[in-house]
């Protein structure tokens, strides 16, 4: 069964310092993986995704993550943190094998410190 | 440029009553979904559609269902609500290459 962990249910950073936020998944065969933010009362939007390729991905905003098949991890990075990047982030996970299905983790809140 | 549009944006309702939620897209997506988002459970999928006449259960399929008449629409319905229920809904399209396009949410409380 596909599932999408994400450890920390609330990160803080200070602005201008490098930001991760982490997450790990489990499928069967190869994951099509996403990155997505939520602001406050709002849908999400999507942030970046990991098909194939380059293990590092970059996305909307500054954001980055790394791909670690051997560590089933998909973190999210970005160098320097700015307040505005305070809000709500889905790690999710589809199969490649599976069309259908799209498993997000908890959530992880991002305050960002001035 | 609407995406997904969800309807109603706010519904309070009394425990029983019934109500139905539109989700309408105009990117032609074959795929759409219905998630409930709760504090600490993050998102959950209800149920979802792979095309128009489709649908499939989620994780949390109790107490819904789902109606996908025409390729754009998607429908969520409560046929006797439930204090569980109050949530607050997303729907989502994704596109062939796999992104959810996401509505702005629907505030359900159910007293």
């Known amino acids: 069964a596909q599932s999408v962990a994400q450890p920390e249910d609330q990160v803080n950073v200070a602005e201008g310092n490098p930001l991760t936020v982490k997450c790990t998944y489990s499928?069967?065969?190869?994951?099509?993986l996403f990155w997505y933010v939520q602001y406050p009362n709002r849908g999400l939007q999507f942030l970046l995704k990991?098909?194939?390729?380059?293990?590092l991905v970059k996305g909307s905003y500054g954001f980055e993550a790394e791909f670690n098949k051997s560590q089933t991890s998909f973190h999210l990075k970005k160098p320097s943190a700015l307040v505005s990047d305070s809000a709500l982030y889905f790690c999710?996970?589809?199969?490649?094998?599976?069309?259908?299905?799209?498993?997000f983790g908890k959530g992880t809140r991002l305050h960002i410190l001035p | 440029n609407a995406g997904v549009t969800q309807t109603p944006k706010f519904r309070v309702l009394k425990t029983g009553q019934s109500m139905t939620l539109l989700c309408a897209q105009d990117?032609?997506?074959?795929?759409m979904y219905w998630y409930r988002q709760d504090p600490g459970m993050g998102l959950r999928l209800i149920h979802y559609?792979?095309?128009?006449?489709?649908?499939a259960k989620g994780e949390v399929p109790d107490g819904y269902n789902v109606s996908r008449l025409k390729k754009q629409n998607f429908l969520l319905g409560l046929e006797s609500a439930a204090p569980s229920q109050t949530s607050v809904y997303f729907c989502?399209?994704?596109?062939?290459?796999?992104?959810?396009?996401f509505g702005s949410g629907t505030q359900l409380s159910v007293l």
């Open positions: 989502a399209s994704r596109s062939p290459g796999g992104t959810m396009f």
């Open positions: 499928v069967s065969g190869n994951p099509y």
């Open positions: 990991y098909i194939t390729g380059d293990n």
């Open positions: 999710a996970v589809r199969a490649q094998n599976r069309d259908d299905k799209i498993i």
């Open positions: 990117m032609n997506h074959e795929y």
């Open positions: 559609s792979v095309g128009e006449g489709t649908t």
